[in-house]
Every structure is written in structure tokens, then in C-alpha cells.
């Protein structure tokens, strides 16, 4: 399942005016979410090797504890985003919330329609990294668990390209230009790009305004700093976009290619594209649609490429901490109850070598022997390593910012790959969602 297709910015338009709406008010219990004998629901999302983890997880809790079981109802992405939607502003939500952290979360508990977990839940969270556990809490306090492996964005890459072209993968950004020059005189493309999706563009800069300026540069841009779109190296950034852009990086006609249907990696998989920059996710997309071209060692994964003079440190990191399970304040407090012990007792050692067989990267510490020794192993260490040693781990930008500005950011990310826009009318336009 493509994890990145989940409560983004078009599921989270009206979550903030709604809340504030309902926060108010108590709402409803939800029809048959919770009762008195402490039965507690969760919606979760159905796909790929997450769905069997989740269901398996479920499963077990219930068996062994048949006063306090958690009724589940699956839902497709799509599906979900716009039922929890509604359902958290009329208060109306299950007792386990499924969420990404960042600004949407955040609004889940200004308006009162999540509870504090932090007294609850220390004993699942002392087995998570620090930097993973950190995307669940609000001003210190915990509000979400994670519930799935850690899904930082890397680059990969298709070897036999590589192997018939005589190049390495690259490792800095003029070696990328490079690559470029080098694949396009090949016919080949040579990065995948699924520019109709907005999102997917979007790690692009988030990687190279961290590579060019570090880590602060989002920061204040996330504090809502004045004119912090301003700093120089968002226009260096910017700019650097563009001329890879000219440079036909991502051949012609990305602007239509969609993620949902896996259109990129597909490129990489059938030889049409030599690179992509995708999530951690996109691993077992690679793995359920092209299993022979994994298995027979031919995708190849890199960390994303240091920019000259830039002052990111090389190992920060994109993408998403992880997907989190939160508590609904509207739940009884026996529902609340049951699914705060299920949460406290999520990681055992079976969940873990579940994310591992299915290509996820853990999100718990000393994960290493369980990844030892798989057929995932290559990826899954990688991935874990990327995690466990980077300096920064940047939540995707449409998750951090809120939903508002998140539609205006999109947009306005598309226009700049389209060659539309310049840099400085972009800056110009983010300046103004600025509050």
C-alpha cells in the first residue's frame, strides 16, 4: 500500500474549521464504536503488507483479551480520509484515530478530540527511536503512537541502467546533472517523476532546501517566521529545481504521470527511467509488482545527493516519522481504557519481524536482529541506518503546515516544475500564507 496517499491536503481541507466548530461541543458517541464492557474500535486502512500486520495485530489483542476487544472497520484511503473527516468534527470519531502526526494532529488536539497518552503509553515507547516517537506528541506530550515501519525518502535507482551506462549512482548534485546528460543521450529518462501528483514533487525541494541551507531554513518557514520564504537559499533552491527541470531530468510529459496507480516505479522497473525519488513505501510497491526484478538484485536505493558549498548536513533526512494511532476524547473512558492497554503492548517481537518481512523499516530500537538474515535485509537495513543516524528527520511539508497553506504550496510546486512560475513569484506567493 502507497502510505503517501493518505490524509494529505486534499483529505485535511475543512478538518481545522470543523473542529473548531465541534470543540465545543461533546458530539455523540459513535454508533457502536464503544460501549460500558470496554470494547473500543479502530478504522484502519486496508492494502498491501500493512493491512495483514494491522489485521494479525488485532486479531491477537482480541483473543487474548476477550473483555476488552477492539472492533475494526477497513476502509481504502480515499474512503477513510473523507469518513474521518466528518467523523472527527462531530465527534463521532472510533476510540483509535489513525493519523500522520504534524499540523492535522495538532488540530486534533486543540480541539479537545484526541486525549494525552503520555502516562499510558511509556512502556511501547521506550522501545521507539526518539526522532520517530517525537512526530506523535504536542508540546511534549504524547498523542500518538506509532502504529507502522518509518518512511524516510530515498533515491532509487534501476542498476542495470546504471551498469549499461558505465556510471555510478550519484552521490553529489553535479554528479546528478551528469547522470542526466549521460541517460538522456541513452533514450532513457532519467528520473521517474509523477508530476500530476503534486506530492511528488514536492520531496524534491524538501530535500534541497535542506541540502543548500540546512535544516533551519524549513524550521522558520514552519514557525511562521516573516518572510522566512525569503532566505536565500530557497531561491538557490528553487532555482537549482528549475534547471534540472530544463535539463529534461524527468523527460516529457511527467506532468502527467499519477502516483496512485504506481506510474513511476513502474518506469524504473521496465527500464523507461533510470532513478526516483519516492518514500520508503515505494519498496513494496517495487516488491508486489515487479518481485523477480527486486529479488534478482537489481533496484538500488542511495541516500539523496550533497549539494557543493551547501550547508545541510548529508545526513538529514525526508519523509514521513511514521503513521500514528491516537485516542479519541469521545470514546467512553472504558473504550479508552482498552485501547490504551492494546497501544501500550503493540511491539512485540512478532509486529516487528511482520514490518520487517514486508520491506517496512522499524520504528523500535536494536530492531537489527530481526533484519538480519531476511530477504529484505539490503533495504530495511539501509532504510534503518538512514533513520537511526540522521541529524534531522523532516516531516513531508504537507503534513507540517497547515491545510490551507499546504493547497497553495502544492500548487504552487507544480507551477515551478511546470516552468510557469519563477522562483522569486514563488517566494512571493508562500510569503503571503504566512500569518
Avoid at 524534491?204 to 532566505?231: H, Q, T
Avoid at 481504557?337 to 523499516?361: H, Q, R
Wanted: proline share 3%; with cysteine; charged share 20%.
Amino acid at each position: 500500500m502507497n502510505l503517501k496517499k493518505r490524509l494529505s491536503v486534499v483529505g485535511a481541507l475543512g478538518i481545522t474549521a470543523s473542529l473548531l466548530l465541534s470543540a465545543c461541543s461533546g458530539g455523540a458517541q459513535p454508533s457502536g464504536a464503544s460501549d460500558s464492557s470496554g470494547s473500543a474500535s479502530a478504522w484502519v486502512l486496508t492494502g498491501g503488507t500493512h493491512e495483514t500486520i494491522w489485521k494479525d495485530s488485532f486479531d491477537s489483542w482480541n483473543s487474548a483479551n476477550p473483555d476488552n476487544t477492539i472492533k475494526t472497520e477497513w476502509f481504502a484511503n480515499d474512503a477513510y480520509k473523507e469518513k474521518v473527516r466528518t467523523a472527527i468534527g462531530s465527534g463521532n470519531a472510533p476510540t483509535l484515530v489513525f493519523g500522520w502526526g504534524g499540523a492535522t494532529l495538532k488540530d486534533y488536539v486543540a480541539a479537545n478530540k484526541v486525549v494525552d497518552i503520555t502516562a499510558d503509553t511509556q512502556t511501547v515507547l521506550d522501545k521507539v527511536i526518539p526522532s520517530i516517537a517525537e512526530g506523535g506528541k504536542v508540546d511534549g506530550k504524547v498523542y500518538g503512537v506509532p502504529n507502522i515501519g518509518t518512511q524516510p525518502v530515498v533515491l532509487y535507482y534501476n542498476k542495470q541502467l546504471f551498469d549499461q551506462a558505465g556510471i555510478s549512482v550519484p552521490t553529489t548534485w553535479d554528479e546528478l546533472l551528469s547522470a542526466v546528460d549521460t541517460f538522456k543521450s541513452e533514450g532513457v529518462i532519467p528520473i521517474a517523476l509523477a508530476g500530476a501528483s503534486k506530492w511528488t514533487n514536492m520531496m524534491w525541494l524538501e530535500y534541497m532546501f535542506d541540502r543548500v541551507g540546512g535544516s533551519d531554513v524549513f524550521k522558520k518557514i514552519a514557525a511562521n517566521e516573516k518572510d522566512a520564504w525569503s532566505d536565500p537559499a530557497v531561491l538557490e533552491a528553487l532555482a537549482k529545481i528549475q534547471d534540472l527541470v530544463k535539463a529534461g531530468a524527468f523527460g516529457d510529459t511527467f506532468g502527467s504521470v499519477v502516483a496512485d496507480n504506481n506510474a513511476d516505479v513502474a518506469l524504473v522497473h521496465t527500464g523507461k527511467a533510470a532513478m526516483l525519488l519516492q518514500g520508503s513505501w515505494a519498496y513494496g510497491t517495487f516488491l508486489t509488482d515487479s518481485p523477480d526484478f527486486v529479488k534478482a538484485g537489481n533496484l538500488g536505493f542511495a541516500a539523496f545527493p550533497t549539494v557543493a558549498d551547501g550547508k545541510g548536513d548529508p545526513s538529514a533526512i525526508v519523509g514521513n516519522q511514521s503513521n500514528f494511532w491516537s485516542v479519541s476524547a469521545t470514546a467512553s473512558e472504558a473504550a479508552q481504557t482498552s485501547a490504551k492497554k492494546y497501544l501500550d503492548n503493540m511491539f512485540s517481537d512478532d509486529y516487528v519481524k511482520a514490518m520487517v518481512e514486508g520491506g517496512d523499516i522499524p520504528v523500535t530500537k536494536d530492531a537489527e536482529k530481526f533484519i538480519e538474515g531476511t530477504d529484505q535485509a539490503d533495504f530495511v537495513s539501509f532504510g534503518y541506518n538512514l533513520v537511526l543516524n540522521s541529524s534531522n528527520f523532516q516531516l513531508s511539508w504537507d503534513q507540517e503546515l497547515p491545510s490551507d497553506t499546504s493547497q497553495v504550496l502544492l500548487d504552487n510546486i507544480q507551477q515551478l516544475f511546470n516552468l510557469s512560475i519563477t522562483p522569486q513569484q514563488f517566494v512571493d506567493t508562500m510569503n503571503a500564507t504566512i500569518k
